[in-house]
């Protein structure tokens, strides 16, 4: 038996405007260009891709399954510009074969520098999940597959209003260096001693297939791979055969890959179509599929999964190089993160004061800085082009790292500023 797991990431961050260091304009993003791509990208992937996971679920009867992280940013933008497809989103969630999990709301990287903040977006996400879908997610992805044993540790003792454990386990990436001889297809759990899950069992983690997610996200277009072309036939022999080696085909990829990475002309759409009927016909009975939250409920982990150092999904090396490979984008992330504790200490004194105006001001100063926790600014600053270099340029506002740095930096001196500014002045 396989269970095939789908997992989809759909992010779009807030871009900024070009800003000059003589700029004071409070007003940071470039709301026409992320108007733009958000509609591009809706029309090419998120429209289209939604309704056919949905046409799939209804096909076959409920036996199609998938999840997905939505992040906050762009969850906030769908609501303003592309509503309908938020709708789809609805309608999948209404079948009960869409799992949508947690992450931070900003698609940040604050688990590295501040664990406060790390949480409440944690929470701030947990909460629009539950608004906009009726779910509170019980499993979670950090940002970008970003993972450890420190991390694990960390959501495992998350707990609820009632004091009980939040999530059952996590997602992330299945590293060779750490798996050695291991497959990344069955269930592990973390090496540290943790509370138990929400379920009663250990905190519990699925690796994704980089191998076979790779097919699907980054090869499937490509005449020169020589499996190409890559038919349903082809791909459900390849996921029944890890029998014997596993029960788990975690498939993880971003939810772009349908339409935008891979477009429509490259048969992706039909692709994915047909594929949950050769999952199902390869052997009868025996294939299915599952969301993250089912695989933990139906089995238990084989062995222990020890990341001391910090893995992701990005790139060749599963590092955290695509973020902090050079000094422009340490330096970036450390002075945002320094900007955190003024920030809310200000806001907090002011509605403690009843200083209302000076509250609302700064409560945009705060909302504007969480954007720029996003990890999309510190991915532009990346000089890593060598293999990876075409999917650090894509939709990359700028023409090189060092400008994005450049412009980056001006933003958050502003940011400061503001935050050292009474309203209205």
């Known amino acids: 038996m396989a269970s095939v797991c789908f997992y989809f990431q759909v992010h779009q961050p807030w871009r900024l405007r070009r800003y000059s260091v003589f700029d004071a304009d409070p007003f940071y993003f470039d709301d026409e260009a992320n108007k733009e791509i958000l509609l591009k990208v809706a029309n090419k992937c998120y429209r289209p891709a939604t309704q056919l996971m949905l046409d799939l679920v209804k096909k076959n009867n409920g036996n199609f ?8 940013t762009v969850i906030d933008q769908l609501e303003q510009w592309a509503p309908d ?22 698609h940040s990287l604050s688990f590295l520098y501040s664990r406060a ?43 609820d209003a009632k004091g009980s454990p939040r999530f059952k386990g996590m997602l992330c990436e299945g590293v060779d260096r750490i798996l050695a001889y291991r497959s990344p297809n069955y269930v592990y759990r973390p090496p540290v001693d943790m509370p138990s899950a929400i379920d ?3 905190f519990r983690l699925l690796l994704k297939n980089y191998r076979l997610s790779d097919d699907i996200a980054f090869r499937f277009g490509n005449r020169a791979w020589e499996e190409w072309p890559l038919t349903t036939e082809k791909f459900a022999h390849w996921v029944h055969q890890i029998n014997g080696d596993g029960y788990l085909c975690n498939l993880f990829m971003d939810y772009e890959t349908i339409g935008e990475h891979q477009w429509a002309d490259t048969g992706i759409f039909e692709f994915l179509a047909d594929l949950p009927r ?3 016909d390869h052997h009868p009975g025996e294939n299915h599929f599952i969301t993250p939250s089912e695989a933990f409920e139906q089995f238990d982990s084989v062995g222990v999964y020890d990341a001391p150092h910090m893995t992701s999904w990005p790139d060749t090396e599963r590092d955290l190089s695509a973020w902090l490979g050079n000094a422009m984008q340490s330096n970036a992330l450390t002075e945002t993160y ?35 926790t996003t990890s999309d600014h510190a991915y532009y600053m990346c000089t890593k082009y060598f293999a990876d270099g075409d999917v650090h340029k894509y939709f990359n506002p700028y023409d090189s790292p060092y400008d994005s740095y450049i412009n980056y930096m001006n933003v958050l001196d502003n940011a400061r500023t503001r935050t050292e500014t009474p309203a209205g002045v």
């Open 338 to 372: 320094k900007l955190e504790k003024p920030i809310k200490e200000a806001y907090q004194r002011a509605k403690d004061a009843g200083d209302h105006t000076a509250a609302e001001h700064l409560g945009h100063v705060l909302n504007d800085w969480r954007k720029l």
């Open 85 to 106: 497809v938020l709708d789809l989103f609805k309608a999948l969630s209404d079948t009960g074969c869409c799992e949508f999990v947690a992450e931070t709301y900003h």
């Open 117 to 159: 903040e790390f949480r409440e977006q944690i929470d701030m996400h947990t909460q629009r999940i539950q608004d906009l879908f009726g779910q509170t997610p019980s499993v979670f992805r950090n940002t970008e597959l970003t993972y450890n044993n420190d991390v694990a540790q960390f959501i495992a003792g998350i707990q």
């Open 278 to 280: 050769a999952i199902f």
């Open 65 to 72: 399954r998938l999840s997905y992280a939505l992040t906050g």
């Open 200 to 202: 009663g069992k250990p």
